[in-house]
């Protein structure tokens, strides 16, 4: 993957990151504390500003140093889980991947960040899209760079109904049902993204 390619995609996610950040706080405002759209916009500047050390790396390493950026920058708890996946999928991935390399690595990358969050499907946090996005990934088919954002999209807005089982939203048990959740979002927002890089 050459580093023009790497840097549309960074530029591409940190763009969609900033430009939603005040959405991604509202929602977080909602069920949370009201920073994850400061927590990620804060994230994403910080790989936007390493973006030449970066995309000079071949991709697992890129990969690994946006985690690093992302555990050091974000913070809260979504920064260590972005920052497992991203790491995650730096060790899973190889140089230039083909799209049976990505969904597996992706598959990978999740399963840590199930570990690390001691969280699973179903408990209205990012991996609800995640997961299901690495489903519809896996199947292959057609256009996936064009169909992925929907699964992405939908995923989102199947957490709304959910009752949180992890992060701060959990405390608030039933209150919790009826919001989108933040993480959720900002997750959509980065498939998003890089599928616009994909379809460019
Ligand atoms: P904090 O809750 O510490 O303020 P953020 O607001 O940045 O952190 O991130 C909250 C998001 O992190 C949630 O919306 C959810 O998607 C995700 N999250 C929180 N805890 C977990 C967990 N244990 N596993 C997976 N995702 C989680
Ligand atoms: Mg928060
Ligand atoms: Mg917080």
Do not use: W
């Amino acid at each position: 993957m050459d580093q023009d390619f790497k840097r549309r995609l960074i530029m591409a996610m940190a763009d969609a990151i900033i430009a939603h950040a005040e959405e991604l706080t509202a929602l977080d405002s909602a069920i949370g504390d009201g920073d994850h759209g400061l927590n990620m916009k804060r994230g994403f500047e910080a790989v936007l500003a390493d973006a030449d050390n970066i995309t000079a790396k071949p991709l697992p390493d890129a990969l690994k140093a946006i985690g690093m950026t992302l555990v050091m920058k974000v913070g809260g708890a979504s920064g260590p889980l972005y920052g497992t996946l991203a790491m995650g999928l730096g060790k899973a991935l190889p140089p230039e991947p083909s799209v049976a390399d990505a969904a597996a690595a992706l598959d990978r990358a999740i399963a840590d960040v199930k570990a690390r969050g001691k969280s699973e499907a179903g408990q209205k946090t990012m991996l609800d899209v995640l997961i299901p996005v690495q489903v519809a990934f896996a199947a292959g088919g057609e256009d996936l760079a064009t169909r992925l954002p929907a699964v992405a999209a939908e995923a989102a807005d199947a957490t709304v109904p959910m009752k949180a089982i992890r992060g701060r939203a959990s405390f608030l048990g039933e209150r919790s049902i009826g919001h989108m959740d933040p993480g959720a979002r900002s997750s959509s927002l980065l498939v998003q993204a890089i599928c616009s890089v994909f379809n460019e």
